[in-house]
């Protein structure tokens, strides 16, 4: 065990990821403190029963003497709390976030900078579909990537900073990568915001067959449609304001996937047989370069069969 | 161990699914003899080293005798393989298929009739993104569905080989359903080959986004876009001939998704927060239906953090 990172890190949202980091922290000891803080009495007290760390009553306590905070709230929600803690915080700290859109983010961060704070925004590409204090654990990042969007700032201290919060995430498990916060949406765009918006979009669909009974999308979705409602069960907030936060590169992606389909949809009207299976064979491949990398199991199916018990089960 | 529902089966096709009802014949008693046969010399010497059963050098050698034949090739390749095999089966016996489409797959199998054996077109909802003999495996159809389309043929006769085909499948683990094949058309085009269409399209579009590198894809997929490729991994012959075999069904379903996925766009680009949180909130209700209907595992993240080792895996 390496020593801590933090005297006392400040994370404000208890969620899925504020509660995560909270055990994360606490089990690879990366920081001796962790208090917590959440708008929501109700998640308060849900944390506090679950032993999340110090439980705050409000936010100046949560912030007071913290070396980090990390804003663990839906984007849309970075603009105002970032405001009210700036000025909470000690000379010197770093205000970080987890937000899965940067640039909007990394905006409505340095809108609050006053210039005796480190603000080095954040996103760990790690995650569930729940949400709330007791989805977390603490192995959630563990050999995940996490992106950090430096701002424009020169001097040492600032990179000073930016070396401890990369420390940080490193001691939770996570491999650190920096980039610029208009690349980082660029990129997300295409790997999680589309997918995303796909997801939704198809559950809804399903739903709003006349011709098809909901109870038979349930029954026979072992045939592929299971596999998109897991993320179709994400956090209905929280992805209101990525896509809110993230429109360019969104309808950038979604222009293209749409002139993609419509492309296929055209080979399937005209029983262009070839076309279909050419984009197939090509689609094919990224999933072993997927598993040779390391960013999925390669266990087929997901590991289902392997996990099904005797009749518990449907595949 | 119930007794076994027929003395021999056939099967004509000895990939994934092939090799799957050899191996759960086997292990579950359901016949006491398995032949197999493929057109491909490759698959059926790949077939006779990991011992599926007998590997017959000729369709005829396969067939003969058999009670039972279940052709389990793509859907495209049954009305020829149907037309060959008919003649060289025994009277009274029952053939059978596996095949994704069942309108187009039932015409073809019902062309090939001639008033000796019975002709019974089905469909196990269940597989994996593998294919070849050696990706099957014996539980495949454990508390999978299958679904049989049975032609409208009267008499005793052809409805006792029905329910003995039902008995066989339900020796290998499956719940038969029996449903005309139009109706299975409209259901699996959205539960099954949609989600493939938008799988491998979302993959493709990924490919061809000059912006963001393929390498990077890859390195974020964890952020979504690594659910999506696992069933664009899938077989691109059997998936071309699912769209060729299904085209009205599928196009009705993509034009139902096209529009509803513009309506999400619309709202991204006005800014319409409320539309995409009535509509996200809405698709989440779906996956705990699929859970408590036993059809996916409740594990969070398809149990990939449970799953996780020490530094082996990036989640
Ligand atoms: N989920 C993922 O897979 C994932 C992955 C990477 C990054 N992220 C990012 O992580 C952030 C949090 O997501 P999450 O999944 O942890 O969501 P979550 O489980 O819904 O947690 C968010 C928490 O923040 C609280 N909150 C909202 N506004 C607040 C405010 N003004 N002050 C203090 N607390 C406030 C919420 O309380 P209420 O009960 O009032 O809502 C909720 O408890 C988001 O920015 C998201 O983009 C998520
Ligand atoms: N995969 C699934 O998840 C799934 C699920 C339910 C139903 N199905 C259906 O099951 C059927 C088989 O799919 P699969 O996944 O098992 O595919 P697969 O692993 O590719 O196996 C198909 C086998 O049939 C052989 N074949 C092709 N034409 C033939 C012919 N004329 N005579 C004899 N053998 C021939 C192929 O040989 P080659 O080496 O020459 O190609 C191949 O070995 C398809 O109709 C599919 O729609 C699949």
């Known amino acids: 065990m390496t020593n801590p990172v933090f005297e006392k890190i400040a994370i404000i949202g208890a969620g899925l990821i504020g509660a995560s980091i909270a055990r994360a922290t606490r089990a690879y000891g990366a920081a001796e403190t962790v208090s917590l803080y959440d708008a929501d009495l109700d998640v308060r007290q849900r944390a506090a029963a679950i032993d999340l760390g110090k439980i705050a009553d409000d936010l100046a306590t ?31 700290a770093t205000l970080t976030d987890v937000g899965s859109v940067k640039g909007q983010a990394a905006d409505a961060l340095a809108a609050a900078a006053d210039g005796r704070v480190h603000i080095i925004p954040g996103h760990p590409i790690a995650g569930t579909e729940q949400s709330g204090p007791e989805a977390g654990f603490e192995t959630l990042f563990r050999n995940a990537w996490h992106i950090l969007t430096p701002l424009k700032v020169d001097g040492e201290e600032y990179a000073e900073a930016v070396s401890r919060l990369e420390s940080f995430w490193t001691q939770l498990g996570a491999t650190v990568e920096t980039m610029d916060a208009a690349r980082h949406d660029r990129v997300l765009a295409i790997t999680s915001h589309l997918p995303h918006l796909i997801a939704f979009n198809i559950v809804a669909t399903a739903f709003d067959m006349e011709t098809v009974e909901q109870g038979e999308v349930v029954k026979y979705s072992a045939g592929g449609f299971r596999d998109f409602t897991r993320i179709a069960a994400s956090d209905p907030v929280m992805w209101r304001d990525v896509f809110l936060n993230n429109k360019d590169a969104v309808l950038e992606c979604l222009g293209r996937f749409s002139e993609d389909l419509a492309a296929l949809q055209r080979a399937i009207r005209w029983g262009d047989g070839e076309t279909l299976f050419n984009e197939f064979t090509r689609a094919r491949s990224i999933r072993k370069a997927i598993i040779d990398a390391g960013q999925d199991s390669g266990a087929v199916n997901f590991g289902r069969n392997q996990r099904k018990g005797d009749g518990d089960e449907k595949a």
Chains 1, 2 share one sequence.
């Open 62 to 92: 949560a912030v007071a003497d913290a070396d980090c905070v990390i804003l663990c709230v839906p984007v849309g929600a970075l603009k105002a709390v970032a405001a009210e803690t700036v000025p909470l915080m000690k000379a010197g």
